[in-house]
């Protein structure tokens, strides 16, 4: 073994996994490869031979050989990329897509590996963004409102169709024989940690994220369960596991196989799984209370830590040691960010747009904010509400829709695209301010995801509309890097690696340079604009105007 | 003379002149032949030689050599193009866009062909559609307002920009010296009917309509004219006269000089001048209760007949005998209609439908048609309010803003490009039930203008929004068709014309065939998306919600 010391962070995302190495000491990121999935996201018809078996609309599926072979073709790749020598990696953190989940024997194997079911759709790995369970989970909300579940104010009073007992209530229900035959039902990263390590050690924040658990309550009772499905009365005893590790927990040391798989020596400590998004948060070098990390993608996932359980209208969850050990993990989201850009783009940018952006070699969403950006707050006359995919924090309502307001036949594209971002931005002030109101402080933000880096723009909007400094986070892999720093975390100090997250996180991460910082005369515009932007929201979001869901039941009635 | 009588209408637009001959036996248009203005709107600076005389913006202005060039080219094109005697042309009528006006000497000459005003903006004619004279508009509201002046009520409460005593007072304000040199003010249609027979003969119905006359009231007092401006007391003593003859009236023969321009016989009967929307009324085949005419176009026009006068909200006026002998003349409006649609296509639609439009060979708006022919009512699931040019019927309220409501990632263009179709029949609706609920029937409707013809969908959709049987008037030229038809009316029977404007539309006017009848199970669903429409119709045109006053209000003042 030489002097250097370096942890292995490998990050399952929706379409890749991507092996990360990083220098423990300083957080150098000294190599990067990533494997794209083979069969990526199975959503028109399973990767088997012969008569093809076709998914219904909602399904999104995985094939879990896609992850073992991101193991041992990403690994390999990255540690020949920066060359490292093996014995140099002191220890291994995997985030993963949550919840991801998947029915298998006792001894690990999936379910749709087995030639019985290869051909049956609920026995393969569910992905979090599969929508089918839709059902399950109005009948699971349902019967937790009607017996008063405690459980149920820790998710902001709804739990929602991407989390674990919705997608088992459908395995359950469509595939009785499946679900019999599961000896397990586990989470992707849970699943995937055992594969590294031989045997399970579940994580607590996928746990109690997606399937109601808490440490202090466990799962829902068996009553609870009954009461969904008679047959599923002892889902935790007999295919679960109340055993569940904190983050930053060791789950194990690597077997000899899967050190073969990845070409590392055997018993190099693994962390428990960790959720993609939270990882982030170390990873963005935040790892105490005042600071909110926002992962901004498509949609927006806001993490904050606290040292208490208080109750915040329309979060997504609050788990202890969901995301660093020893705090609680706030977690809230804006179910459309990115995705209403990129829906701006594609379907409601004219010809000429396309054209002059195309010519210059740059995006389209380049071009706007181009044209955007000399605006002044309000300049535009527009405001919109961010609802194109519904609104998780704080209403928890997909049903709610887009809404746009105070166009004139001098309303320009780039005018929209302002005030679609600015409409995210109060989104996101609304979010904070519920947080608050629980006495929950947010002083500073840290952003990290695909879009804060690409727009400027954007983020001196979203300073200017919260009135908060938005920083950068350093590394534009802050879930593999994250991820890194937990495997540092489980290596420990005496092994060269650090004792707590904390430490960890000194050393390995920093934030980019450039801070937006709110400027005072465009606050007081976004404080006039918030406040219109509020009252529309109460108006369509809280039942006193019903015409969003008015217009979404006439649609579905006329289509039927 | 030969036996063959025909009638000539000139049909003065904003960016033409047309002459259209019509055979006052059957209705058969002989031919038609048009002028392009050579100075079409003026509105970015003066067509005068030397250093140039900008505009400043909300400007219109143009030059009343264009109106005679119109004369002197349209009508020998058409005789010659139509091998028409012009032996044969018993009467003559005209229609003229309103209000535009213009000061001019005693003996009608235009102040702005006098040298000494040639660079002068306010001696010029002012188009219908310059709005600098916003500022005079509010003043007159206040003080009409202020002084409980009885004649609001006829114009729904409110006077526009456009209307006559905003433009004298901005001449008067701005350039006092062309109102002190002005003799006369006169619409434009007056004007060049002046032209034509050599003396002055002004229409009740532009005077009704656009400046505050009644036969039974007159014009507002010299009180009152005072109270805007000392100068202006006396403006109708000075500059106008009282002497106003109804729709229909003969104004006089046609003098040896305009004879000369045309290639016309001197002495034939001229008819007083005619409001371009409302001589298509008759020249849609209406001349009673019961059916509204809707001139369709950039924005939308609706005149209904009626037997007495009552209080409407909102309407444009009331004028009597404004439209036909005998009748009052109703007029409500859309401000935004086609104008929208041109906006959403020029504006919000992507390539892809721009290079499938070219390369099919059709316009935009007919792949958006029919994209969105196939849907149901409320399958988008969308809603919008039409204002994005304000409203003005029945709100009368140019700060009001378009609103799209319900959007989501599945929204497409065709979506939209339907909703706001739609939103523009709501529109309609609401006018209808403004007339029907001050005791005023309407049974059918008669759609004439350049968009009815072109969108069989939109009046598809506006038959079973509004619960009405459409109509199109049979000419695609209701407007000259109409001023023919007054033509042959002045000759009257023994001339080879008619008596009476009914008479002339019985035999001269026809409907097309296709008439659209609403479908039953369109118009419950449009009842409910009517539902809607009217609650947020209310909610932010009638003051409870004020964001779009609030977001032009922030706009206005960010824009200093």
Redesign the interface.
């Known amino acids: 073994m030489s002097n250097r010391k370096v942890a292995l962070g490998i990050d399952f995302g929706t379409e890749s996994g991507r092996a990360l190495l990083v220098d423990v000491t300083d957080g150098h990121e000294v190599a990067t490869a990533v494997f794209d999935y083979e069969n990526g996201v199975i959503d028109e018809a399973l990767p088997v031979e012969g008569e093809p078996v076709r998914l219904d609309p909602e399904w999104a599926l995985q094939d879990p050989e896609d992850y073992l072979k991101a193991l041992k073709v990403a690994v390999p790749a990255a540690l020949k990329a920066g060359g490292v020598d093996p014995d140099d990696v002191i220890g291994i953190g995997i985030d993963f897509t949550s919840c991801t989940m998947l029915p298998t024997t006792a001894d690990g194997t999936p379910l749709c590996m087995l030639p019985e079911f290869r051909r049956t759709p609920n026995a393969w790995v569910k992905l979090w963004k599969h929508h089918a369970s839709q059902p399950e989970a109005d009948r699971i909300n349902e019967a937790a409102r009607a017996r008063q579940e405690p459980w149920l104010a820790r998710y902001g009073g709804k739990i929602s169709s991407e989390w674990f007992f919705s997608k088992v209530l459908q395995i359950l229900g469509e595939s009785p024989e499946v679900y019999e035959a599961a000896d397990v039902l586990i989470e992707g990263g849970d699943w995937l940690v055992w594969q590294l390590v031989g045997e399970q050690h579940r994580n607590a924040s996928t746990t109690g994220y997606k399937a109601m658990w808490s440490r202090q309550d466990g799962f829902p009772s068996p009553d609870f369960f009954e009461a969904l499905d008679p047959r599923m009365r002892n889902v935790i005893a007999e295919k679960m596991t109340e055993d569940i590790y904190p983050i930053g927990a060791k789950a194990g040391g690597l077997t000899e196989r899967a050190a073969g798989w990845m070409g590392l020596r055997p018993g190099i400590p693994v962390a428990v799984a960790n959720m993609d998004a939270h990882v982030s948060v170390p990873g963005s070098s935040v790892t105490g209370p005042g600071r909110m990390v926002m992962i901004m993608g498509t949609s927006t996932c806001h993490i904050l830590l606290g040292e208490s359980e208080q109750p915040v209208e329309g979060i997504c969850g609050v788990v202890h040691e969901g995301v660093v050990p020893g705090m609680y993990g706030y977690e809230a989201g804006q179910s459309?960010v990115g995705?209403?850009f990129g829906?701006f783009v594609?379907?409601?940018?004219?010809?000429e747009y396309?054209?002059d952006a195309d010519r210059r070699g740059i995006s389209v969403h380049k071009l706007l904010e181009e044209k955007a950006a000399g605006q002044?707050?309000?300049?535009?006359?527009?405001?919109a509400l961010d609802w194109?995919?519904g609104n998780r924090s704080v209403l928890v309502d997909g049903d709610l829709?887009?809404?746009?307001?105070?166009?004139?036949?001098s309303?320009?594209?780039e005018d929209?695209y302002r005030a679609l971002i600015e409409a995210t931005a109060y989104g996101t002030r609304v979010i904070i301010e519920a947080f608050e109101e629980n006495g929950i402080a947010i002083n500073e933000i840290v952003a990290s995801g695909g879009l804060p880096e690409r727009n400027p723009m954007m983020m001196q909007i979203y300073a200017d509309v919260t009135g908060r400094a938005f920083k950068l986070a350093g590394s534009n892999l802050a879930g593999a890097l994250g991820s890194a720093m937990f495997g540092a975390v489980v290596a420990g100090a005496a092994q060269g690696g650090y004792d707590t997250i904390q430490e960890a996180a000194l050393k390995m991460t920093r934030l980019k340079g450039r801070v937006y910082e709110p400027v005072a005369d465009n606050q007081a515009?976004y404080d006039?604009?918030y406040a219109?932007y509020l009252?529309?929201y109460n108006?369509?979001g809280r039942g006193k105007?019903q015409?969003?869901k008015?217009?979404?039941a006439?649609?579905n009635?006329?289509?039927e």
Do not use: C, Y
């Not at 594609?346 to 010809?351: F, G, Q, S, T, Y």
């Not at 002044?376 to 405001?383: A, N």
């Open positions: 459309g995705d209403i829906w594609d379907h409601a940018v004219p010809p396309h054209e002044k707050p309000g300049e535009h006359g527009l405001l194109w995919n829709s887009g809404l746009l307001i105070g166009a004139t036949l309303t320009r594209a929209i515009v006039l604009l219109e009252r529309l108006l369509f105007n015409v969003m008015t217009l979404k006439i649609r009635k006329v289509r």
